[in-house]
């Protein structure tokens, strides 16, 4: 079945820089989403890939899909404290409506 | 304002027991699903359902069902709950909108099966 692997698995980043985490399909995507999850909290829809080669931007968060729908990134600049917690890639299939997530990006941050 | 609630919010019960976990939401979304949340291991689907009476097994079903005898809610049950089924349960649901199809999550429940 289709999997979804996330690198790095955790990140330690000082307060103020920058840091992309990656995520890889094992299958080509009909799109691919970004969801955040605070510490003790739900995960909150991030965003929405769904062409091949497409970058979006939320004021600090920069969201790509890669050319061949197989992986994407997510690069955060000037990192904050209130950037803390757990990104997830999660990776449609062209069938159905179920996603695939991968396990997740948890990022901490030195002040 | 619409809403996907869980409950309980956290339980205790011992090897061997039936639990049921509650997810109720108020959006009117025909799909709804099931997943658990383990260290290392992101979010697992265990089972998910496109409709009233529509049920599909997830990645991680065995020992678990669920039954979807109307919109709004999709009850998750452990048959007969085991330690390595302690966990965080979340119950989302989702309906796709001008192209976009968005995964809105409760709260969570946490599970610990002594």
């Known amino acids: 079945g289709q999997q979804v692997m996330q690198i790095p698995q955790y990140q330690h980043v000082q307060e103020g820089e920058d840091f992309t985490t990656y995520c890889n399909s094992s299958?080509?995507?009909?799109?691919i989403q970004w969801y955040k999850q605070r510490p003790g909290g739900h995960p909150v829809f991030l965003i929405q890939?769904?062409?091949?080669?497409e970058v979006k931007k939320q004021k600090r968060l920069t969201f790509q899909f890669g050319e061949a729908k197989k992986n994407s990134s997510l690069h955060i600049t000037a990192t904050q404290t209130t950037d803390v917690g757990t990104y997830f890639c999660?990776?449609?299939?062209?069938?159905?409506?179920?996603?695939?997530f991968g396990g997740g990006t948890r990022v901490l941050v030195k002040p | 304002d619409a809403e996907i609630t869980q409950s309980p919010r956290h339980k205790i019960t011992e090897t061997g027991r039936q639990v049921t976990l509650a997810c109720h939401q108020t959006?009117?979304?025909?799909?709804m699903f099931w997943y658990r949340q383990d260290l290392g291991h992101g979010l697992r689907l265990i089972h998910y359902?496109?409709?009233?009476?529509?049920?599909n097994k997830g990645e991680v079903s065995d020992g678990y069902s669920v039954s979807r005898s109307n919109t709004e809610d999709l009850p998750l049950t452990l048959e007969s709950a085991a330690s390595s089924q302690t966990s965080v349960y979340f119950c989302?649901?989702?309906?796709?909108?001008?192209?976009?199809?968005?995964?809105?999550f409760g709260p969570g429940t946490r599970l610990l099966v002594l």
């Open positions: 989302a649901s989702s309906e796709l909108s001008a192209g976009q199809e968005t995964q809105y």
């Open positions: 299958t080509t995507l009909s799109n």
């Open positions: 890939l769904v062409k091949s080669g």
């Open positions: 999660a990776g449609k299939e062209a069938a159905g409506n179920k996603l695939t």
């Open positions: 959006w009117n979304h025909n799909n």
């Open positions: 359902s496109y409709g009233v009476h529509d049920t």
